[in-house]
Antibody
């Protein structure tokens, strides 16, 4: 069955870079879009960006200058990297997979990984 | 950017009640609207896509409707397991979520 699991650092210092890995099973990354969504106390649920089945990416303009999404299809992993972290970036970060018929709804989600930005 | 406004922010209802949650977009989103349910400590779960299509495995007591800027999620007979926060999400222009409606039992 479809499974997604995020792995992150837990605690990150301000100005540092956040790296999160989403490991998937039950499907191929070359067949589906993969999304990143975060949930923060200040802004709620925010779409961050996605990587298409073909490997190209799109980003929310709010994060574009400091966000990067990539993948390793051989390891069934998708990566999020975001630099210049601020305390407002504290929240839960989710990877999600598109539905079977469209990239526009997020049908499968990981459990999320809590990231705290603090010195 | 398209803003999504959900109302009410908190709703108290009794088991068996018909419950209606609202979502209003800042511009016409042409039915490009999804609904998610999030229980405490869990990831969001897709309930309805493209305004009124029920995701596989979701009980038929959930339904969606709307057009233009105004959309509704209805639970025909509230069950205890429906206690959660519900989010709408538009995809007419990228993706934005509403702030959520928290549904509790009266």
């Amino acid at each position: 069955q479809v499974q997604l699991k995020e792995t992150g650092p837990g605690l990150v210092q301000p100005t540092q870079t956040l790296s999160i890995t989403c490991t998937v099973s039950g499907f191929s990354l070359t067949s589906y879009y993969m999304q990143w969504v975060r949930q923060t106390p200040g802004k709620g649920l925010e779409w961050m960006g996605f990587i298409r089945s073909g490997g190209s990416t799109e980003y929310n303009s709010e994060f574009k200058s400091r966000l990067s999404i990539s993948r390793d299809t051989s390891k069934n992993q998708v990566f999020l990297k975001m630099n210049s972290l601020k305390t407002e970036d504290t929240g839960v970060y989710y990877c999600a997979r598109e539905g079977d018929s469209s990239p526009n709804w997020f049908a499968y989600w990981g459990q999320g990984t809590l990231v705290t930005v603090s010195s | 950017d398209i803003q999504m406004t959900q109302s009410p922010s908190l709703l108290s209802a009794s088991v068996g009640d018909r419950v209606t949650l609202s979502c209003k977009a800042s511009q016409n989103i042409y039915k490009y609207l999804n609904w998610y349910q999030q229980k405490l400590g869990e990831a969001p779960k897709l309930l309805i896509y493209y305004t009124n299509s029920l995701q596989t495995g979701i009980p038929s007591r959930f339904s969606g409707s709307g057009s233009g800027t105004d959309y509704t999620l209805t639970i025909s007979s509230l069950q205890p397991e429906d206690v959660a926060t519900y989010f709408c999400q538009q995809y007419n222009s990228w993706y934005t979520f509403g702030a959520g409606t928290k549904l509790e039992l009266k």
